[in-house]
């Protein structure tokens, strides 16, 4: 999660300004349906700046399962490699395998951090494929993320 910080910082900052603006408006004429233009906006930012907060957690995952893979290629046990190769993909490329495998080879699927995680990962998809209709708080992704990544990088 290399920018992770970098990333919860600029949202604070634009949600500041959004909630600044929302509030110094004058709200629309009871009974018009369309929302502000600056109510929008904070409904659009938060959705991208969770797809961005879930894509660096996608990374870690990524890396944490790219050492997995290559810490396999030297165990000694012809059969625990095998078990390794017939996971990668022939593509080799990590991507391939689906989102909630990967993170089961890093962390218990029993966890609730693993449904959190998996939860969050559904919701991304949905923001990313054009759905901009799911509830989102970036206060709890931020914190389920940061929970998650705590146990991963404890994987060796």
């Known amino acids: 999660m290399r920018h992770f910080d970098t990333i919860e910082s600029a949202y604070q900052e634009t949600d500041r300004f959004l ?88 962390i218990d699927r029993q966890r609730v951090e693993y449904r959190d995680a998996c939860g969050l990962y559904d919701v991304r998809n949905r923001i990313a494929h054009g759905r901009l209709d799911n509830p989102v708080s970036i206060q709890t992704a931020i914190n389920q993320l940061r929970a998650v990544a705590s146990l991963i990088q404890e994987v060796p």
Request: net charge neutral; proline share 7%; no cysteine.
């Open 19 to 106: 909630a600044q603006a929302q509030r110094s408006m004058v709200l629309p004429i009871q009974g018009e349906m369309e929302l502000p233009p600056v109510v929008d906006a904070k409904y659009v930012n938060d959705r991208a700046y969770f797809v961005l907060l879930v894509a660096q957690f996608e990374e870690l995952v990524n890396d944490g399962v790219e050492r997995l893979i290559e810490a396999s290629k030297r165990l000694p046990d012809w059969r625990h490699r095998e078990i390794w190769n017939a996971l990668v993909p022939a593509t080799n490329r990590i991507q391939d395998i689906p989102f909630k495998k990967r993170l089961a080879l890093l």
